[in-house]
Nanobody, 115 residues
Framework: QVQLVESGGGLVQPGGSLRLSCAAS????????MGWYRQAPDLQRELVAS???????NYADSVKGRFTISRDNAKNTVYLQMNNLNAEDTAVYYC?????????WGQGTQVTVSS
């Protein structure tokens, strides 16, 4: 059974930081492309950042320079370090694992940026 379990969300003030984690099980983690997506109320889910097995990364323009995605294949975990957060970053953040036709999602973790 495939499981992606996110953690690390919460309430943070503008300008603050959070680190999200996604622990994967039931997949050969190292061969999967891992991504973080987010969905704000009344908006479509959007890609925030992704990282493939070769450590190549991709970021949404809105988070470049503020967010960093990384992975630890030994721990089957992908991370999203989020710095200088602002209100527009408020959303549910989802972890995604993708390899060929296989596509898995976590349950999501809420990130709220508010003073």
């Amino acid at each position: 059974q495939v499981q992606l379990v996110e953690s690390g969300g919460g309430l943070v003030q503008p300008g603050g930081s959070l680190r999200l984690s996604c622990a994967a099980s039931g997949i050969s983690f190292s061969i999967y492309a891992m991504g973080w997506y987010r969905q704000a109320p009344d908006l479509q889910r959007e890609l925030v950042a992704s990282i493939i097995s070769g450590e190549r990364t991709n970021y949404a323009d809105s988070v470049k320079g503020r967010f960093t995605i990384s992975r630890d294949n030994a721990k089957n975990t992908v991370y999203l370090q989020m710095n200088n957060l602002n209100a527009e970053d408020t959303a549910v953040y989802y972890c995604n694992a993708r390899f060929t036709h296989r596509d898995y999602w976590g349950q999501g973790t809420q990130v709220t940026v508010s003073s």
